[in-house]
């Protein structure tokens, strides 16, 4: 009987076929190259050097980089950007006897030359495509760089913001995190890799780094089981879903074995249960940081356990290079090991069409015109604009109007370039940086005054400059002030005890305060501050990150009501650092505390709340919006995969002011043979409204969003009662439903 196929699944099904023919044609040409190579050419492609840019402790046994590229033992160079410099050192790899090119490879992680807001901030715009479209104008300018791989999208959930690197993630929930790291992957590698706006993606770092004991960087993780199946591994999941080239693992132990030679993870997990195709890259030396862990003896143990364990390329410790001929050649190590690596590395330098044109990516017209594209910075204002979260807004007094013709802007962040554009920058070009005082003054126009002044330090303790900013504030007719933390104080080996507002900031805002006129506080950091004199004496609060070379400009618009902030929490902000770790995806105990003001024999504190400062999720509007009329199509739900119940409400714009609400589908399993957080975040939905408008928003649930991982690190939803919560934050539930799982 003839089949009829409508017209999307006839391009699904041919979609498929090329890949498969291409793929069979790859593995043919791997197959027949790795024929040619000697043991010691076969262990260069595992290795990886630093070029010249830094990122960690630089290795010193490297006496000869470009030689060692000549002789075929180096398969990649990180730190090493630019059409020039990557023409360069190709043309030496391809001196080498089987002209094998280098794979190129970069930090990329919020844009190459544009700079976009950290990752963090973005993720607190919700907003998928414009997560997205970022990953990919950072992937179009680096892939005309000579760049073929970046090391993101840090895909590390993190709940403790003392740690430096949440300011890399995308927060502490596994499910937000999941979807921004598939928007990420899919905007780095674009359509297809090999394509000439596509770079590999590398998810990192594999796994648990977030969990890092007391948030200090490097350190061990303790974690159950279950927490690292249902909050730690999803986004790593998902990456590799979404069709990740490469992995790269961390730092941490797990349990007592560190990452990098952790079979059950890189073998047992990613490369078998999730049939991973792409290769796994070590993280900074950390091959040879087993020996001062104390889990390998020396250099050639270290090496001898991250192959063994799945490890495919080591960055910069040379453990491979100097170990793996003599392992193999003993004895200790099969020779299936290094093929194996070997034929993923190889894979994805044919897959980038390496082979084909070595220079492909490094041509000096593409890079001039990619660099000069105006949509660039224009998009990444636009994202700068959704990542602001605006936390107060006392009496309406945001947006400002004209009107308010005198305005002075105090704080050491309030005129800073360099500090906007964050952590991890490469290519940027800081003079083309907008700092908030000219994002002002170009927003606002001649008729309102404005004047800079920096008040103190970030991070110093002199007061000197207060008695100026106090003047200053006396004269004006409002007081913008912007305070937090530099972009030196978060990212990789950035870790603080208190996450307060650093130096005498607060202080400086206290003083300001008293002169009783009205502050709109900008808060900027790549981590949740603690700032709780700020939190409750500030008439307005936007927290706004550090949100790359438009931040001024982004930071202007919302202030003058351009752009209707539309940003949600992606972290929780606690009151304390003593609460850490925090997380909305807390348990209710056997004691949970009912009456904040009687905490005797509950489990709180007895000098501090159980509730976050700011809840995961929270951000206001300039409108507000109503959540009315919900409707559930049934009350039972049965436990085949295919059966649904669609729960739907009516969203109400009932402001003045167009715009965005991220309504938020939280669910609890009430009673379960593995207890369960009081909320977890099942979906969402950013939606976008006229004044006045109203729509009708519907959330499917299904066996899969019921489902947990139980003590058998099983996928299952168990029957019983779930209670369905629809709010506009974690701790502002609008609506809630219960359904019955049955049977
Ligand atoms: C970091 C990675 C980074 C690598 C290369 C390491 O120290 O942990 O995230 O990709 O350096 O720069």
């Given at each position: 009987?003839?089949?009829?196929?409508?017209?999307?699944?006839?391009?699904?099904?041919?979609?498929?076929?090329?890949?498969?023919?291409?793929?069979?044609?790859?593995?043919?040409?791997?197959?027949?190259?790795?024929?040619?190579?000697?043991?010691?050419?076969?262990?260069?492609?595992?290795?990886?050097?630093?070029?010249?840019?830094?990122?960690?402790?630089?290795?010193?046994?490297?006496?000869?980089?470009?030689?060692?590229?000549?002789?075929?033992?180096?398969?990649?160079?990180?730190?090493?950007?630019?059409?020039?410099?990557?023409?360069?050192?190709?043309?030496?790899?391809?001196?080498?006897?089987?002209?094998?090119?280098?794979?190129?490879?970069?930090?990329?992680?919020?844009?190459?030359?544009?700079?976009?807001?950290?990752?963090?901030?973005?993720?607190?715009?919700?907003?998928?495509?414009?997560?997205?479209?970022?990953?990919?104008?950072?992937?179009?300018?680096?892939?005309?760089?000579?760049?073929?791989?970046?090391?993101?999208?840090?895909?590390?959930?993190?709940?403790?913001?003392?740690?430096?690197?949440?300011?890399?993630?995308?927060?502490?929930?596994?499910?937000?995190?999941?979807?921004?790291?598939?928007?990420?992957?899919?905007?780095?590698?674009?359509?297809?890799?090999?394509?000439?706006?596509?770079?590999?993606?590398?998810?990192?770092?594999?796994?648990?780094?977030?969990?890092?004991?007391?948030?200090?960087?490097?350190?061990?993780?303790?974690?159950?089981?279950?927490?690292?199946?249902?909050?730690?591994?999803?986004?790593?999941?998902?990456?590799?879903?979404?069709?990740?080239?490469?992995?790269?693992?961390?730092?941490?132990?797990?349990?007592?074995?560190?990452?990098?030679?952790?079979?059950?993870?890189?073998?047992?997990?990613?490369?078998?249960?999730?049939?991973?195709?792409?290769?796994?890259?070590?993280?900074?030396?950390?091959?040879?940081?087993?020996?001062?862990?104390?889990?390998?003896?020396?250099?050639?143990?270290?090496?001898?356990?991250?192959?063994?364990?799945?490890?495919?390329?080591?960055?910069?410790?040379?453990?491979?290079?100097?170990?793996?001929?003599?392992?193999?050649?003993?004895?200790?190590?099969?020779?299936?090991?290094?093929?194996?690596?070997?034929?993923?590395?190889?894979?994805?330098?044919?897959?980038?069409?390496?082979?084909?044109?070595?220079?492909?990516?490094?041509?000096?017209?593409?890079?001039?015109?990619?660099?000069?594209?105006?949509?660039?910075?224009?998009?990444?204002?636009?994202?700068?604009?959704?990542?602001?979260?605006?936390?107060?807004?006392?009496?309406?007094?945001?947006?400002?109007?004209?009107?308010?013709?005198?305005?002075?802007?105090?704080?050491?962040?309030?005129?800073?370039?360099?500090?906007?554009?964050?952590?991890?920058?490469?290519?940027?070009?800081?003079?083309?940086?907008?700092?908030?005082?000219?994002?002002?003054?170009?927003?606002?126009?001649?008729?309102?005054?404005?004047?800079?002044?920096?008040?103190?330090?970030?991070?110093?303790?002199?007061?000197?400059?207060?008695?100026?900013?106090?003047?200053?504030?006396?004269?004006?007719?409002?007081?913008?002030?912007?305070?937090?933390?530099?972009?030196?104080?978060?990212?990789?080996?950035?870790?603080?005890?208190?996450?307060?507002?650093?130096?005498?900031?607060?202080?400086?805002?206290?003083?300001?305060?008293?002169?009783?006129?009205?502050?709109?506080?900008?808060?900027?950091?790549?981590?949740?501050?603690?700032?709780?004199?700020?939190?409750?004496?500030?008439?307005?609060?936007?927290?706004?990150?550090?949100?790359?070379e438009q931040a001024g400009h982004?930071?202007?618009?919302?202030?003058?009501?351009?752009?209707?902030?539309?940003?949600?929490?992606?972290?929780?902000?606690?009151?304390?650092?003593?609460?850490?770790?925090?997380?909305?995806?807390?348990?209710?105990?056997?004691?949970?505390?009912?009456?904040?003001?009687?905490?005797?024999?509950?489990?709180?504190?007895?000098?501090?709340?159980?509730?976050?400062?700011?809840?995961?999720?929270?951000?206001?509007?300039?409108?507000?919006?109503?959540?009315?009329?919900?409707?559930?199509?049934?009350?039972?739900?049965?436990?085949?995969?295919?059966?649904?119940?669609?729960?739907?409400?009516?969203?109400?714009?009932?402001?003045?002011?167009?715009?965005?609400?991220?309504?938020?589908?939280?669910?609890?399993?009430?009673?379960?043979?593995?207890?369960?957080?009081?909320?977890?975040?099942?979906?969402?939905?950013?939606?976008?409204?006229?004044?006045?408008?109203s729509t009708t928003i519907t959330?499917?649930?299904d066996k899969d969003k019921l489902?947990?991982?139980?003590?058998?690190?099983?996928?299952?939803?168990?029957?019983?009662?779930?209670?369905?919560?629809?709010?506009?934050?974690?701790?502002?539930?609008?609506?809630?439903?219960?359904?019955?799982?049955?049977?």
């Amino acid at each position: 009987m003839m089949k009829f196929f409508s017209l999307p699944s006839l391009f699904f099904l041919l979609a498929i076929q090329a890949t498969v023919a291409q793929d069979v044609k790859i593995n043919k040409r791997v197959d027949s190259l790795m024929k040619l190579m000697t043991l010691e050419e076969k262990v260069g492609q595992l290795n990886q050097y630093s070029g010249s840019v830094v990122t960690g402790p630089v290795n010193d046994a490297k006496t000869n980089m470009l030689n060692d590229i000549k002789q075929g033992k180096v398969g990649s160079m990180l730190n090493v950007r630019g059409v020039k410099d990557t023409r360069e050192i190709q043309a030496v790899a391809l001196q080498s006897r089987l002209k094998i090119p280098l794979l190129f490879s970069l930090d990329v992680i919020h844009g190459y030359k544009t700079i976009f807001p950290v990752p963090l901030a973005e993720a607190a715009s919700w907003d998928l495509d414009a997560i997205k479209s970022a990953a990919h104008i950072a992937a179009k300018e680096a892939a005309a760089s000579g760049i073929h791989w970046t090391f993101a999208p840090m895909v590390d959930v993190g709940r403790d913001p003392r740690w430096g690197r949440v300011m890399e993630g995308a927060g502490e929930d596994t499910y937000l995190g999941s979807k921004i790291a598939t928007a990420r992957v899919k905007g780095f590698q674009g359509e297809q890799l090999g394509g000439l706006d596509a770079i590999m993606a590398c998810a990192k770092h594999f796994a648990a780094y977030g969990a890092a004991i007391a948030g200090r960087d490097y350190n061990a993780v303790d974690l159950s089981n279950q927490q690292l199946w249902e909050t730690y591994l999803p986004p790593f999941k998902a990456a590799a879903d979404a069709g990740v080239a490469t992995f790269m693992n961390s730092f941490n132990t797990i349990n007592g074995i560190p990452a990098t030679g952790n079979s059950y993870l890189q073998r047992n997990i990613l490369k078998g249960k999730w049939n991973f195709g792409g290769f796994v890259v070590s993280d900074w030396g950390s091959i040879a940081e087993m020996v001062p862990w104390g889990f390998a003896e020396n250099q050639k143990d270290a090496a001898l356990k991250a192959i063994t364990a799945g490890s495919d390329m080591d960055m910069e410790s040379l453990a491979y290079k100097n170990n793996l001929v003599k392992l193999v050649n003993e004895g200790a190590v099969p020779i299936a090991l290094v093929d194996d690596a070997l034929k993923r590395i190889l894979y994805q330098k044919f897959l980038l069409g390496l082979f084909d044109d070595p220079y492909k990516f490094s041509n000096l017209a593409r890079e001039k015109k990619v660099m000069a594209d105006v949509k660039h910075p224009q998009i990444a204002r636009e994202v700068a604009e959704k990542s602001i979260v605006l936390l107060k807004n006392n009496g309406q007094l945001l947006p400002l109007t004209r009107d308010t013709k005198n305005i002075v802007v105090i704080g050491p962040l309030a005129h800073s370039r360099k500090d906007m554009e964050g952590g991890w920058i490469v290519a940027s070009d800081t003079t083309k940086v907008t700092s908030l005082y000219e994002g002002l003054v170009a927003k606002a126009g001649k008729n309102v005054k404005f004047t800079y002044v920096e008040g103190c330090g970030i991070n110093g303790m002199s007061t000197a400059g207060f008695a100026s900013a106090v003047a200053a504030a006396k004269s004006a007719d409002l007081v913008i002030m912007a305070l937090g933390e530099s972009a030196e104080m978060t990212g990789e080996a950035k870790s603080r005890t208190d996450i307060h507002l650093p130096g005498v900031q607060e202080d400086l805002f206290v003083a300001v305060k008293a002169t009783g006129k009205p502050v709109v506080s900008v808060l900027m950091a790549g981590r949740p501050m603690i700032f709780n004199k700020v939190a409750d004496q500030s008439d307005a609060i936007v927290y706004a990150w550090l949100l790359g070379e438009q931040a001024g400009h982004a930071i202007a618009n919302v202030l003058y009501g351009d752009y209707n902030p539309s940003g949600k929490l992606p972290s929780t902000f606690p009151r304390s650092v003593g609460q850490i770790p925090l997380s909305y995806q807390t348990y209710n105990t056997g004691r949970p505390v009912t009456d904040p003001k009687d905490i005797r024999y509950k489990s709180g504190y007895i000098d501090e709340l159980n509730s976050p400062r700011y809840a995961f999720g929270y951000g206001l509007s300039y409108t507000t919006f109503n959540y009315t009329n919900l409707k559930s199509s049934a009350t039972t739900i049965t436990l085949t995969p295919e059966s649904t119940v669609q729960l739907s409400f009516t969203l109400t714009n009932t402001g003045k002011y167009a715009g965005a609400e991220v309504v938020q589908l939280y669910i609890r399993d009430l009673v379960s043979s593995v207890v369960r957080p009081v909320k977890e975040l099942k979906d969402f939905q950013k939606v976008m409204l006229k004044a006045g408008e109203s729509t009708t928003i519907t959330f499917t649930i299904d066996k899969d969003k019921l489902s947990y991982f139980n003590q058998d690190l099983h996928w299952v939803a168990e029957p019983g009662a779930f209670s369905l919560m629809i709010g506009s934050a974690s701790d502002d539930i609008r609506l809630s439903a219960t359904l019955n799982l049955t049977q």
